[in-house]
């Protein structure tokens, strides 16, 4: 499978299965639509495939020296055809996809738990507009995790780890510095038992940052391998979205207290995260916002939401969404000459490694590699289940007892959903997010289109970011 595509000015091609990555010009890139057709042996048949070329009635173009389009001649052609003919040969063209069987082999491997989601509180001072947990709630109550049922989830992680050394514990709510005593105390007992288990945790904290203060970051900084401060970008998008209880707005509380954070931990290992909704269409300046206010570690994601609410993405939306994408691609390669680069999270991909082909293939391991734990210990496959009864998979004191539920979720990759068949980007996004393909089709093996189209935009542009300073850095040399 092959994807082609323009985008600020560059002719990108993307071999699927191969992940290769070919910068081309006009003619390569136009020359490439008679292969679609051509079945494997043909491909490789240069006499065919100019032929038809000659014959098409289509006007073939190519760049000059001076990067002007002129008409290519038949000699050009020749050459082009046997430039891509030796990229089939040589395995970076139309090339067979070899997962599908390693998919078998990962499933017949024993299932260990590898990071836990604790949901230290279940209460939240806030009072976002577009917040899946109902203020804190979850579809339940408002309750903190006690250090007990914690310290139990941190036993149950070790227990079901297998070998694993390195292990994944998110501290999340509601806002989980409403219990930050058990936090810290958790952290405690966590670090009391890596030796003997021969285990590393690796704990994330994500905040609305309200509760910061000096004695937390310290702490942070010390003990969390990342930290997730949201805010969703101008003060005004961020204040209408994100209230306190209360109705006051929240930036001017957040702001100061997230860039003094930001900076005492070297402007790495955090995110600012923020939500965009039907309500700030033109993201991109809440983006750039956040990278003018100095941050450098910057995610703002599409808010997932019922199609009545009124802050929902539509499709009517998408080609704004698309564009604003681009927007920002382009702004941030500018930015990047001019020595003020920023990450942006959706932007980062590995074209070289990458996750491994299990992840590639299955995903974050939502309801086996990863669980989310409530207040009172039960297990769920990840925050965003939390709270539908038909998705508890057991509990910290018993572990994992609707086994053939965490099976399907195991069982749930690339290759068990329709859309991602044909899809480009399924070794990127791996299938996309499980629940989001439950609340939108009822199935964890459908697909939320909307969200596709935005994940394919942005798996665009990422490539399209990484072959503009590959070219900027030949072009150095």
Not at 448 to 467: F, H, N, P, S, T
Request: proline share 2%; net charge negative.
């Amino acid at each position: 499978m092959v994807h082609r595509y323009l985008n600020n000015g560059y002719y990108i091609v993307l071999d699927v299965n191969s992940g290769s990555v070919h910068n081309v010009d006009k003619l390569v890139y136009d020359l490439l639509e008679i292969y679609e057709e051509l079945s494997d042996e043909n491909k490789l048949n240069q006499n065919l495939i100019v032929s038809k070329a000659l014959n098409s009635g289509f006007k073939y173009e190519m760049s000059d020296d001076d990067g002007k389009l002129v008409p290519a001649g038949e000699e050009d052609i020749k050459e082009a055809v046997g430039e891509i003919t030796e990229l089939i040969k040589g395995g970076m063209l139309y090339t067979k996809d070899v997962y599908e069987n390693a998919i078998e082999k990962f499933l017949e491997q024993p299932s260990l738990v590898k990071a836990l989601c604790l949901h230290i509180a279940h209460d939240c001072n806030l009072r976002c507009k577009y917040c899946f947990a109902e203020e804190g709630e979850y579809h339940g109550r408002r309750c903190l995790m006690s250090y007990e049922t914690g310290k139990k989830a941190l036993d149950f992680l070790v227990a079901n780890s297998g070998v694993r050394k390195n292990l994944e514990v998110d501290f999340f709510g509601g806002e989980p510095l409403m219990n930050f005593k058990v936090v810290k105390d958790l952290v405690r007992y966590g670090r009391s038992i890596e030796k003997e288990n021969n285990k590393r945790f690796r704990f994330t904290l994500t905040t609305n940052g309200t509760y910061l203060n000096d004695e937390i970051m310290e702490f942070a900084n010390k003990e969390m391998s990342n930290l997730v401060l949201s805010i969703d970008g101008r003060k005004e998008v961020n204040d209408a979205m994100r209230p306190m209880a209360g109705g006051k707005g929240t930036y001017d509380i957040i702001v100061p207290k997230f860039i003094k954070a930001a900076n005492s931990r070297d402007q790495m290992n955090y995110y600012v995260r923020g939500t965009y909704t039907h309500f700030n269409l033109d993201f991109s300046e809440d983006v750039l916002h956040l990278a003018d206010l100095g941050f450098k570690q910057i995610s703002v994601e599409p808010v997932v939401a019922p199609k009545d609410e009124a802050y929902a993405l539509k499709e009517e939306d998408l080609p704004i969404l698309l564009e604003q994408y681009d927007i920002l691609a382009k702004e941030m390669l500018k930015r990047s000459k001019e020595g003020r680069a920023f990450n942006f999270f959706h932007f980062m991909i590995d074209l070289d490694g990458g996750p491994c082909v299990y992840k590639r293939l299955s995903g974050c391991g939502a309801g086996c590699e990863y669980l989310a734990v409530t207040p009172w210990g039960d297990l769920y496959p990840c925050h965003q289940f939390v709270g539908e009864e038909q998705f508890k998979l057991g509990d910290v004191d018993n572990g994992i007892q609707k086994t053939e539920l965490s099976k399907q979720f195991r069982g749930s990759n690339v290759y068990t959903k329709e859309k991602c068949q044909n899809c480009f980007a399924k070794f990127y996004c791996s299938g996309g997010c499980a629940a989001n393909s439950y609340h939108f089709s009822g199935s964890i093996n459908g697909s939320y289109d909307v969200g596709c189209e935005l994940q394919k935009k942005r798996i665009e542009c990422a490539i399209m970011m990484k072959v503009a300073k590959m070219e900027e850095e030949e072009n150095e040399e």
